[in-house]
């Protein structure tokens, strides 16, 4: 299995980009990588899912090196509302083999 | 469309006892899955459904099983449980790549 690797927490300000980083030095071929986003007391919600390169949406773009070692999630311009825990996934379109990160920890202060 | 559901959301039970959470799907999915949240441990898969079958299996001991309807509704059961059950339990719904996941249940074990 794919071993994830996240920063326990990260600081950022109102209107600043942030960049959370997840080492998977085991990904297999067919694994993707999704990030979610969870708030307190609700469920993950899906933020980006990338399988190499680069992934953009209307929330965040996921930058995928050539390796797949590793995968940086970006938000752009983050608001106090972005505070919350981010998780990195990395799975298989079949969820045979699925690996969550321990998820990192984003507080946004004014 | 609704999102997915979990009931109950809040369970008390004590050692020994055995306990089961049901998820009802987004419409037209028939994927679901399960998971394990915990400070400790972060989200942990526990197994994955599709059309009444269990597809994939996470590395939990055999107290924790699952089901499937035909309306793609599923249950969670656990027996004999410890305190260490004590978790938030996830599902998530799911079609192609992207999961969807319930608020979950607050399971507490005394």
């Known amino acids: 299995l794919a071993k994830t690797t996240q920063p326990i927490s990260m600081d950022s300000y109102e209107g600043q980009e942030v960049n959370i980083t997840c080492s998977h030095n085991?990904?297999?071929?067919?694994?993707?990588i999704t990030w979610y986003q969870q708030f307190p007391s609700q469920g993950p919600r899906f933020i980006i899912q990338?399988?190499?390169t680069k992934v953009t949406n209307e929330v965040a773009s996921l930058f995928i090196p050539a390796d797949r070692k590793s995968s940086t999630l970006s938000l752009p311009r983050v608001s106090l509302s972005d505070t919350a825990v981010y998780y990195c996934?990395?799975?298989?379109?079949?969820?045979?083999?699925?690996?969550f990160g321990k998820g990192t920890m984003l507080l946004v202060s004014p | 469309k609704a999102g997915v559901t979990q009931t109950p959301r809040y369970l008390i039970k004590t050692r020994g006892q055995q306990v089961t959470l049901s998820c009802s799907p987004i419409?037209?999915?028939?994927?679901v899955s399960w998971y394990q949240q915990t400070p400790g441990q972060g989200l942990q898969f526990l197994f994955e459904?599709?059309?009444?079958?269990?597809?994939n299996k996470g590395n939990f001991p055999g107290r924790f099983s699952g089901r499937q309807f035909s309306n793609s509704r599923s249950e969670m059961n656990v027996s004999t449980l410890e305190l260490g059950d004590s978790a938030l339990y996830l599902c998530a719904s799911s079609i192609g790549g992207e999961q969807f996941f319930g608020p979950g249940t607050r399971l507490t074990v005394l």
């Open positions: 419409s037209g999915h028939r994927s």
């Open positions: 990338g399988y190499k």
């Open positions: 996934l990395v799975a298989d379109s079949g969820y045979s083999t699925l690996t």
């Open positions: 085991n990904i297999a071929t067919n694994d993707y």
């Open positions: 459904y599709f059309s009444e079958t269990q597809r």
